[in-house]
Nanobody
């Protein structure tokens, strides 16, 4: 059973930064694409960023380009989301997801395993 555990969420003022981490228990972690999604109250779940197994390819939603960076540390089975210049509209529960495939995707239905989420709250 694959487990994904997110951490690093919290309360931050607008303009601040947070770094989310997602620790994965899965074997062969380096072979899988990873993604971050978020869900704000009253809104649909939204894709945020994804990274290929090698880390060579990344994909961000337009609303976070230039502010958020996804990265991975394969020996540590961990994926990160560095979030800078945070805005109140970034407030959401952030979820890490793993895809048993090597191609990045912005579609939630392409991901096989999900973490429990970590709350990010940005105050104005």
């Amino acid at each position: 059973q694959v487990q994904l555990v997110e951490s690093g969420g919290g309360l931050v003022q607008a303009g601040g930064s947070l770094r989310l981490s997602c620790a994965a228990s899965q074997r062969h972690f380096s072979n899988y694409a990873m993604g971050w999604f978020r869900k704000a109250p009253g809104k649909e779940r939204e894709f945020v960023a994804a990274i290929s197994p090698s880390g060579a390819s990344t994909y961000n939603v337009d609303s976070v380009k230039g502010r958020f960076t996804i990265s991975r540390d394969d020996p540590e089975n961990t994926v990160f989301l560095q979030m800078n210049s945070l805005k109140p509209e970034d407030t959401a529960v952030y979820y890490c997801a793993s895809r048993v495939w090597d191609i990045v995707s912005p579609e939630a239905y392409n991901y096989d395993y999900w973490g429990q989420g970590t709350q990010v709250t940005v105050s104005s």
